[in-house]
């Protein structure tokens, strides 16, 4: 089994418990992602590799470097619009064409519309005064929240169209859309699908721009599961027909943003999510079991019973960080994942590493998740 990921860890751990043999293509090739795999390449290592423009042939180069072929291949965030067609294995995502749909915010927003789903108002950049301020400003593609900006009118518009290429060389005029800016709370749906049918699986708690784990004030910061909420139903009902109308196989979510007027749909992630660990703590399933299964046709018979709050917190760097043995040593035994290795050395607000805690309630998760940032926060001063 290889999964292939900018940040895969949780996907090859979920698939090393249900037995696979698992390989792993990733950018970080975390300790917790090596110690569960056979075997792991790291882009940020291959001298030559443009981790935002890696096409197939250098995968297919990747992949020919492990010392066995895989017979399936599972595709994570960053890399599931990749077209691996041909190879001979199994390639257990949406086809390439589904991805491409939900991957586009702006054709994605423009399919909600046509199936009356509520969805910000969304568009190109020069039809930002028809849509009305305030915006958020974002790539049509990805981006995780890191590059979203919310502008106030015309000059901040233009202020922000400056910077984003700054921050991603890559970014065009035509790679950036608007969107309606709506106030409420953020929250996603996980569900697992077999092409006809799903089935949701919880529904969570999204933590968007936390200041104390991260300074950008809408990149993804991690998961609670479950969220608690009127909407839940509502939530399942609308991701229930999204999975439906695209096809969907496999684990899938929906994010949402919770309004005074109801839930509205932001986006679908038609591949596995940062959720995974928060929805497997909380439920006790294993999701990549499910995910194989489900590409046979077989889905759970209803949604898991909710067994705890579990929580996954994503911390990010508020200062260059460089991971030393010293580090290492002081955090091996805590309750971390995507845990970093020596010789990582990590910008202002690049990733260093994820909390993971359960208890009953969501007070209880929140209270060991504060005090064990406060204890990482010191071991990476």
């Given amino acids: 089994m290889l999964i292939i990921g900018y940040s895969s860890r949780n996907i090859a751990c ?5 037995g696979y043999n698992v390989y792993a293509i990733d950018a970080f090739c975390d300790k917790d992602l090596q110690e569960n795999t056979v075997d792991s390449r790291a882009l940020l290592t291959c001298e030559g590799i443009d981790i935002k423009n890696i096409d197939r042939k250098v995968i297919i180069e990747l992949i020919d470097s492990f010392d066995a072929f895989p017979d399936t291949i599972v595709l994570g965030s960053g890399f599931e619009e990749l077209d691996l067609s041909g190879l001979s294995c199994r390639i257990l995502n949406n086809a390439p064409a589904v991805m491409k749909q939900v991957s586009d915010k702006s054709s994605f927003a423009k399919e909600m519309e046509s199936m009356g789903i509520p969805h910000p108002v969304s568009g190109i950049v020069d039809e930002a005064e028809d849509i009305g301020y305030p915006l958020m400003v974002k790539p049509k593609c990805a981006g995780g929240g890191r590059l979203n900006r919310v502008v106030q009118n015309e000059s901040e518009l233009n202020t922000a169209l400056e910077e984003l290429p700054l921050m991603d060389p890559t970014l065009e005029l035509a790679d950036i859309m608007v969107q309606e800016f709506l106030s409420g709370f953020p929250a996603s749906v996980s569900l697992i699908a077999n092409g006809t049918n799903s089935v949701p699986l919880a529904a969570n708690e999204q933590l968007i721009g936390v200041p104390w784990l991260s300074s950008l004030p809408f990149s993804y910061c991690g998961n609670i599961t479950p969220y608690r909420t009127p909407y839940t139903g509502q939530m399942y009902e609308i ?10 196989v496999g684990s899938n979510g929906v994010d949402f943003l919770l309004t005074d007027k109801g839930p509205f749909v932001i986006e679908l992630n ?11 703590m909380a439920t006790g399933i294993n999701l ?4 194989v299964k489900s590409f046979d046709g077989i889905l759970p018979t209803g949604t898991p019973d909710i067994l705890k709050y579990a929580i996954r917190a994503v911390m990010y760097a508020d200062r260059a960080v460089s991971i030393n043995e010293p580090i290492c040593e002081k955090i091996k035994d805590m309750s971390i994942a995507d845990i970093p290795t020596t010789g990582y050395d990590a910008l202002p607000d690049d990733p260093l590493t994820s909390i993971l805690c359960s208890g009953g309630t969501r007070e ?14 010191d071991i990476f001063k």
């Avoid at 979920?14 to 249900?18: C, G, P, T, V």
């Avoid at 991701?239 to 969907?248: C, I, P, R, T």
């Avoid at 209880?364 to 926060?377: A, H, N, P, W």
């Fill in 14 to 18: 979920s698939a090393s418990k249900a």
């Fill in 239 to 248: 991701s229930e027909k999204l999975a439906e109308n695209f096809g969907l």
């Fill in 270 to 280: 038609a591949r596995f999510q940062g959720s995974l660990d928060s929805v497997e």
């Fill in 288 to 291: 990549f079991d499910m995910h």
């Fill in 364 to 377: 209880d998760v929140m209270g060991k998740t504060l005090e064990m940032r406060s204890i990482l926060k």
